[in-house]
Each structure stands twice: as C-alpha cells, then as structure tokens.
Nanobody, 115 residues
Framework: QVQLVESGGGLVQPGGSLRLSCAAS????????MGWYRQAPGKERELVAN???????NYADSVKGRFTLSRDSAKKTVYLQMNNLKPEDTAVYYC?????????WGQGTQVTVSS
C-alpha cells in the first residue's frame, strides 16, 4: 500500500502560479511512474506531467513551457510548479503512483483559475 498526500491547490488569478506537492509513503524511485493528472468538470481525467522509470519526463502539450515537474527523493515528494495559469487549467489535480502490480491515487486537490 502506498499513501499519497497532496497539497498546494487553491484559487489563483489568470497568469498566476501555484505549486502542488505530492508526498509518498514509499520511495519515488520504486515507482514505475509517478506524476500528476487532472480532471475538469464533465471531462475525463488526463495526464498533466509524469516521471517514467528510466529517466523520462512527459508533459501534456497544453502545459508545456508553463508547468515543471520536479522531485525530492529524500522527501519522497514530487512537485508540480504551475506558472502562467489559465482558466482552462481549472480542475481537480490528482497524484498518481504506479507499480507494476498496483496503482495508487491521491485524494485530489482543487485548482481554480479565475479573476
């Protein structure tokens, strides 16, 4: 079992910034994949950014150049720095930790971009 604790969501104006954190109860390097997904009302959950074992980092096209994924292995934490936020970034953001045999999600944190 892997527990994920997310934090950092909130309300921000367009053009603003937020940083999301996801702290895992297990080493992030044990994961096959770890990253962030989001789900807006009425839409399917989608990838935002993730780390794939082997050193690959993926970003959704819609966030490239604005969002940055990073990690602190000692803290077992993955961060998502979100800059130049847009109203279309409004969603519940979920952390995901994937093993070969199991898949874990955080509880979600709301990000609202509005003036």
């Amino acid at each position: 079992q892997v527990q994920l604790v997310e934090s950092g969501g909130g309300l921000v104006q367009p053009g603003g910034s937020l940083r999301l954190s996801c702290a895992a109860s297990r080493s992030i390097f044990d994961s096959r994949m770890m990253g962030w997904y989001r789900q807006a009302p009425g839409k399917e959950r989608e990838l935002v950014a993730n780390f794939i074992s082997g050193g690959i980092t993926n970003y959704a096209d819609s966030v490239k150049g604005r969002f940055t994924l990073s990690r602190d292995s000692a803290k077992k934490t993955v961060y998502l720095q979100m800059n130049n936020l847009k109203p279309e970034d409004t969603a519940v953001y979920y952390c995901r930790y994937q093993l070969i045999s199991a898949n874990y999600w955080g509880q979600g944190t709301q990000v609202t971009v509005s003036s």
